[in-house]
Structures are given as C-alpha cells and as structure tokens.
C-alpha cells in the first residue's frame, strides 16, 4: 500500500526539510513563497514533487498537495512534524486492518509542553461529538474516498486565510456529514515542535469573532449555542483577557456575519 505525505510549509530555500522531518515515503510539498516553481526528484528512492507557490493560505496549500496525490493513503503534514523511521508501515498496516476505514488519525505527540496535543488511548471510532480534537497533521486518508466524495480544505479558515483557525475541524465534519469512517489509532507516528503559532495571537476581539464565524460554518443550526458551550468551558483560560458577556458577543457576531 502506498503512502504519499503531503506538506503544507513556507518560504523553504532548499529540501532540506525532507531530511529535518525524517520523510521515508513519497511526498508532495507544497512551499508557499515568493515564487512559482515545480520540481520533482528521487529522494533515498522515493518520489518527491516540491511545489513552490506564491500565495497563502494553508487550506490552498493542502488542496493543491491533495488534488496533485497519487498514493492509495495519503498523510497531511506540517514542516514541524519529525517522523518515526517505521512510520509508513503503521499507517499501511492500520488501513490493512480496518478496510471499511475512510480516514485514520494517529498519534503525535508535541515537545512542547505549553501546547500539548489529545493522546489517543486506544483504538476507537471517531464520531461528530469528538473530531473536533484532531489538528490536520495527524490525519491520513483513503484518498479514493475524499475524492468520491469531493471533500476539501476550506479556504477561508487557517493560517494565510481570513479567519483564523479551523479548517482541519471542518475537513473532519465534513468526512462525518458524507458518512465516511474515521477511527482513531493509539500509534505514534512522529512528534510535532509546536513551537509558535501561526494564527494564535492571544484572545482578541478578532479571536472571538473568528470562533463565531467557525461555529456558523461547522452548523447553520447550532452555530449559537456551540459559542456559549465553548465560551463557557473556556473561561477560566481567556478571562484575564475578555469577559464572558464579551467573548459570547464577539462570537455571535461572527455567526451573524457569517449566516449573511
């Protein structure tokens, strides 16, 4: 079964990278720079398509590696994610084992201990109540069936986009809403850095809004009182920096903005 990475990454000046996240598989990478280029080469045996854009947007990015995939599996990945040496074999093996599995997130774990990642504890189905948890980079699909199904990344949420964060949840319910299997495997399969984000700059009014504008696009329906849920549960995190009647205002207006 083949495996195929596809890396979201920005203004790489050599591959390098292929080297620093220990890639053992063929891969797609996708560099948002200053410049359009395309190379493809053999790296340790394995193919590589080094794709260099002048654009952002990292749900641009991860389509552009995702319509350009070849492999029977496919990995999405970002540039601070270092691999396991085995890495291929458990994911070829976890789909072996599960084929009715449409979508498969794994383990990895982060280095940093400010912003540490949901440890899967055993093998398990993912459902609409906990896909919310899963960061892209964990993800591999069956990409037969993401494509059968037309799913992408939406362009507007995520780091270069407008709004914030939230593509990878979206990309999630949207498997979920086209009644595609996700399991969720307790094997690692690399570490993530964490070291800084690139979309979190504190709890901002633009912070909320952006939450607002989320939770309208994960349900039209329930956009609203996923903004109180989420404000209530997370208060004691942001309440050094905005009030409760406040972040539900800033979020509710995102909603509104976004159901115009």
């Not at 720079?33 to 193919?47: L, M, Q």
């Not at 029977?72 to 789909?95: G, H, P, Q, R, T």
């Not at 901002?204 to 609203?224: E, P, Q």
Request: glycine letters at 4%; proline letters at 1%.
């Amino acid at each position: 079964m083949k495996i195929q990475v596809l890396v979201s990454t920005m203004n790489q000046s050599d591959h390098s990278l292929i080297e620093k996240m220990n890639i053992q598989s063929d891969a797609i990478i996708v560099n948002q720079c200053n410049k359009n280029e395309v190379e493809e080469f053999k790296y340790k045996g394995n193919k590589i398509k080094f794709l260099s854009f002048a654009e952002k947007g990292v749900g641009l990015s991860r389509n552009n590696a995702l319509m350009r995939a070849s492999a029977d599996i496919c990995l999405f990945a970002d540039d601070d994610v270092k691999y396991i040496n085995n890495y291929n074999d458990i994911i070829s093996e976890a789909f072996e084992n599960n084929l009715d599995a449409d979508v498969i997130v794994f383990n990895v774990p982060s280095t940093n201990l400010e912003r540490q990642e949901y440890i899967i504890p055993k093998y398990k189905r993912v459902r609409f109540y906990n896909c919310l948890r899963y960061g892209t980079f964990r993800i591999a699909i069956r990409t037969e069936s993401i494509r059968k199904e037309n799913i992408n990344f939406s362009l507007l949420f995520g780091g270069g986009a407008k709004y914030s964060s939230g593509e990878d949840s979206l990309f999630m319910m949207d498997c979920i809403k086209n009644n595609l299997k996700i399991y969720a495997c307790p094997e690692i399969i690399g570490s993530v850095a964490h070291n800084e984000s690139t979309w979190f700059k504190g709890y901002t009014d633009k912070y909320f809004f952006d939450k607002g504008v989320f939770f309208a696009a994960l349900s039209k329906r329930w956009g609203r009182l996923l903004c109180l849920l989420y404000a209530m549960r997370r208060y004691k995190v942001f309440s050094h920096e905005k009030t409760l009647i406040k972040a539900c205002s800033l979020m509710i207006s995102g909603v509104k903005t976004h159901l115009k």
